[in-house]
């Protein structure tokens, strides 16, 4: 049989690929033989996850995310030919898979000691708290370099405590932008556990940046009573509960009416922040730390499009606490569907800010 002229994996390139073909997760995010040239929205893989405080897996995420993106349909309603401005995938840093096999263990001992009010290793702690804060510096440096190419920077965790260093380094570059926070938890904790880049404490370490202006969190459904009193207190941080959002669903307000007038809060530059257990149970059944309630896959859609459609720049995202269920790919599907989305609206404020 004949194949001359049909491409091959190793000739497959954007010039030559047919959106038609079938998905291979070998070509790159979504199938798509994306390139960091022509690349508009740049995604960094953090699989760490060594200051989860209850379920683990992930870390797990980014490949999984990987392979199930390349079975996504790539019709985009408000963006034709989508797959053209498919993100490019940064290589993974070997180093942050090494430090998370190296201390993950390690720092479920800290919080077994904790939990069973035994006295813990301080030098092992400030170990944790080290590699946390060399992954959170290699974090910001890719993040540098994809911000000095013109390019937006997207993380994948991972836990929650892996975008900090990308937020970090976009308060390098940008005097004034707000933060949009979906998540179950406030992530208002100090030095939760002791770590203090916890995935419990990024957005109390990201309120302290002067160049974060503000924090507007929605779908929060499970905090503390320390992190209520720091986000009241603070002029920083505005906040929408779950319940609040189903109690004015209950009394006829639509979703839209809700969520516009707390959407004004922000700044013209927002960085959107989305933790998968953000989205209600069935959305998210492998998350390390689930909550009943939250937001549906449409609401949370929605949301992150009318970021854009209010005019507003996106200058950065990251998808965090996607733990792939065993035997399932419900997660790492849902995962991959949010991580298109994100990208995609990244890339349309930017085409409309030209």
Known sequence: MDYEGIPTMRTISLENYDPKMPGNSNLGLFGVPQTFENAKVCVIPVP????????????????????????????????LGAWKFSPFLIEENK????????????????????EQAKPYSRSNLAEINKACHDVCSIVRAETRRIVEHGKIPGVLGGDHSTPLGAI????????????LHIDAHMDLRVAYEGFEYSHASVMYNASRFGNV??????????????????????????????????????????FA???EKEIDKLPQKVYISFDIDGLDLPYCRGTGTPVPGGLSYEEAIYLIDLIWQSGRQIIGFDLC?????????????????????????AFISLKNRR
């Open 95 to 114: 180093q942050i898979s090494l430090l998370n096999s190296k201390f993950r263990r390690r720092a479920a001992r800290h919080i077994k000691m904790l």
């Open 213 to 254: 202006k503000k924090i507007l969190q929605i779908g929060v459904r499970d905090f503390s009573e320390d992190e209520l009193s720091y986000a009241n207190n603070s002029e920083k941080i505005s906040y929408i509960t779950s319940e609040t959002i189903a109690r004015n669903k209950i009394d006829g307000k639509s």
């Open 48 to 79: 760490f996850e060594v200051t989860v405080s209850y379920q683990s897996g992930t870390a797990s995420a980014p490949r999984a995310i990987l392979e199930e993106s390349a079975q996504l349909d790539l019709a985009h309603p408000h963006l």
């Open 321 to 345: 606490e996607v733990a792939p269920e065993k035997d399932s790919i419900i997660d790492a599907s849902i995962g991959a569907r949010i991580l298109f989305r994100l990208s995609t609206a």
């Open 168 to 179: 970090l380094a976009l308060a390098d570059k940008h005097e004034d932008f707000g933060i």
């Open 257 to 259: 009416k809700i969520i």
